[in-house]
């Protein structure tokens, strides 16, 4: 249900083809200490997930857990149990199945993390638990939400805290925008800042521009800056261009300037035209006006087009 790639699928595609790394890595595929019995079952169960089979997967899983001992293996389990629920209830055609599978998964995962609260699974957990929460919500069970806020405010753990803004931010953005807004002004890790600049590009929020404008002026790091004037590019609004349009007369580096040109041209209007020839004609760098030429004959625009042709009289 959820319109993004989240970081939950990210994860998925890496355990499913990737095969659990850590649970193979001694010779032979035995890790110390397991019970090789109960391994060879965990294993059968688990089969159905990197094949995809989630109603499989969900009654193997089940078969598995009322017997296990192994820790390691029971709190994996217990996740690969919430996430092939989740799958099964994304695939019901009932809404009414699809939440009773839902909470039955996230059910699952809460037991994991309170069980397990140092287990390696536990942060896998906490994502697929926002993930399941916002799409009960949407399904209109609203309790979930308060999971979704004390998650925004999870300042242990940063991504975690994204992930769940990036949900809020389309139930209650103002409640979300002034956490979202102090993670791009003050986190310390860059890293952070341009994932929370990628959440904040994805709300409606009418101090998304002025706050993008800011990090692509202000922050300390480049990459930061770079990817505040891309997400600028793909916000299309006359707001967004003006924004654009004051930020490359405002800075001096070549190179930043040359950023600058090509999320002006994606606003693709009459208006992001008359920008670049304005530019064009203001620049004193050769390189620049080359970029800013190459940009207006890809935006297929009669004035673009009538520019370029002028140049050649």
Request: proline share 3%; glycine share 4%.
């Amino acid at each position: 249900m959820n319109r993004n790639i989240s970081l939950i699928g990210l994860l998925a595609v890496f355990f499913l083809y990737g095969l659990s790394g850590s649970l193979f890595a001694l010779e032979g595929g035995k890790p110390f200490g397991i019970d090789k019995e109960e391994q060879e079952v965990f294993l059968k169960a688990k089969q159905f997930v990197y094949e995809r089979k989630w109603s499989e997967a969900v009654k193997a899983l089940e078969q598995y857990l009322p017997g296990s001992k192994e820790q390691s293996l029971t709190a994996e389990a217990r996740y690969w149990l919430a996430y092939s629920l989740n799958k099964n209830a994304d695939d019901a055609d009932e809404s009414d199945l699809e939440i009773e599978l839902k909470q039955k998964a996230f059910k699952v995962l809460s037991e994991l993390i309170q069980r397990y609260p140092d287990n390696r699974w536990v942060k896998d957990s906490r994502f697929l638990s926002v993930e399941i929460a916002e799409d009960l919500v949407e399904l209109g069970l609203s309790s979930y939400k308060k999971y979704l806020t004390n998650a925004s405010h999870d300042d242990q753990n940063t991504e975690l805290k994204l992930v769940a803004l990036d949900a809020l931010l389309q139930m209650n953005r103002d409640k979300a925008f002034p956490i979202l807004e102090r993670i791009i002004r003050s986190n310390e890790d860059y890293r952070m800042r341009v994932k929370a600049l990628f959440v904040l590009s994805q709300s409606d929020h009418p101090r998304r521009v002025p706050l993008l404008l800011e990090a692509a002026q202000k922050d300390s790091h480049p990459d930061v800056r770079e990817k505040a004037i891309f997400w600028l590019g793909q916000t299309e609004s006359k707001e967004a261009l003006k924004a654009l349009k004051e930020l490359y007369h405002a800075v001096g580096s070549v190179k930043l300037r040359e950023k600058i040109i090509f999320p002006i041209s994606q606003q693709n209007g009459i208006e992001a035209v008359q920008v670049l020839i304005a530019l064009y004609r203001s620049e004193t760098s050769l390189e620049l006006k080359k970029k800013i030429i190459f940009r207006l004959g890809q935006m297929e625009h009669d004035e673009a087009r009538k520019f370029i042709e002028s140049l050649l009289q």
